[in-house]
């Protein structure tokens, strides 16, 4: 009878440390489905997977902020260039004006006008202007 009470005490014994056992690797198992929680306690960096992939999650890092800065620059010289565009629109206008205003003043009947306007007595020619033609020896 002392044999089976010490046969019991050992099964027992087993038992609970079998299920001691069991709870501690449920709980390890409940940390394992519950990603967010490892993140947050940050149990999961501490994993070697981890450990093992972190230069290449800092080489990817570097690899989005420099995607970014070309993004930013590319859109800036768009921006550059759109305002270029709009500013040689204006200036093909004011050019375009410019040379009609001329036009308009260099006209031979504008010139002797405004030389009459201004009364420095200088008259049209009525003869033809002559063309000089000069040989060469040769």
Do not use: C, W
């Not at 080489?59 to 993004?71: E, M, Q």
């Not at 050019?95 to 205003?101: A, C, D, G, P």
């Not at 306007?117 to 002559?130: M, R, V, Y």
């Amino acid at each position: 009878m002392i044999e089976e009470k010490e046969n019991i005490e050992e099964k027992v014994a087993e038992e609970v440390k079998v299920n001691s056992e069991n709870s501690h690797k449920k709980e390890s198992e409940g940390t394992r489905s519950n990603p967010f929680r490892a993140f947050m306690d940050g149990s999961m960096l501490s994993k070697e997977i981890i450990k093992k992939q972190f230069p290449f999650v800092i080489f990817l890092s570097f690899i989005a902020i420099g995607f970014i800065a070309n993004r930013y620059s590319a859109e800036k010289i768009v921006r550059n260039t759109e305002s270029l565009k709009t500013e040689l629109k204006e200036l093909r206008a004011e050019q375009i004006s410019v040379t009609s205003e001329l036009m308009k003043e260099s006209q031979q009947s504008e010139v002797v006008r405004k030389i009459n306007e201004k009364q420095l007595g200088l008259t049209e020619s009525i003869d033809p202007p002559k063309k000089i033609i000069v040989k060469v020896k040769e």
